[in-house]
């Protein structure tokens, strides 16, 4: 078995426009005397590769803690597209997915509301995307509401440079952190190797 670490590092990512800078800072130290090292990290949840629960955009959502795990572990598929996908490039792709969905788009593969209709009517259980948001410009908002208000958790900011279109494992659990509305991940892809 392959393991290929899809994630970006939490201090190494772009952050979203507007989202607050991770930090770090050491409390103890062994170079300084102390018996142990340890650290303080402040972040966004949102830093890095990371989930999206509803609690994101609608009021009363599920959190992030009470999201089904299932829908981190399974088949998954990668497609390489770029761009604001509309419902008819989910016609054309999905009927060779799996109901997990990565794109792979270099940072720019988007969904528009049409998309996530059709997306929606094959049941999918999670999208996922190497750019940092899953929605497009022009309806970033709508996109992520429509994707959560029908269970679908958002996997955005993936590292996806090296990953071939195809069909994998996927394991990416958010962490168990109370009443937010996103995680960040590690989020890993299980290939199979040729000829075993």
């Known amino acids: 078995m392959i ?12 952050v979203y426009p507007g989202d607050p800078e991770p930090s770090a800072r050491v409390i ?3 170079p300084n005397g102390d018996d142990y090292n340890l650290s303080e990290i402040t972040l966004c949840p949102h830093t890095g590769t990371h989930i999206d ?3 994101h955009f609608i009021d009363n ?3 992030v803690n009470k999201l089904r795990l299932r829908n981190f572990y399974g088949k998954c598929t990668v497609v390489s597209v770029e761009g604001d996908l509309t419902g008819q490039d989910m016609d054309e792709i999905l009927p060779y997915c799996h109901k997990r969905v ?6 720019k593969a988007f969904l528009t509301t049409t998309a996530v209709e059709i997306l929606v009517d094959h049941n999918v259980k999670l999208v996922g995307t190497d750019a940092n ?4 410009d022009f309806d970033n908002n709508k996109t992520h509401k429509l994707l959560l208000e029908n269970g679908i958790p958002i996997l955005e900011c993936l590292n996806l440079s090296k990953i071939e279109d195809g069909d994998y494992e996927i394991c990416a659990f958010p962490l168990k952190i109370e009443a937010v509305e996103a995680s960040p991940c590690r989020a890993v892809l299980l290939e199979q190797e040729k000829g075993i």
Do not use: E, Y
């Not at 990565?102 to 940072?107: E, M, Q, S, W």
């Open 61 to 63: 959502g599920t959190p």
């Open 102 to 107: 990565l794109f792979k788009g270099n940072g």
């Open 53 to 55: 629960a509803p609690l």
């Open 28 to 30: 103890k130290s062994i």
């Open 3 to 14: 393991l290929h670490d899809i994630s970006k590092g939490i201090f190494s990512s772009q």
């Open 133 to 136: 948001t899953i929605g497009s």
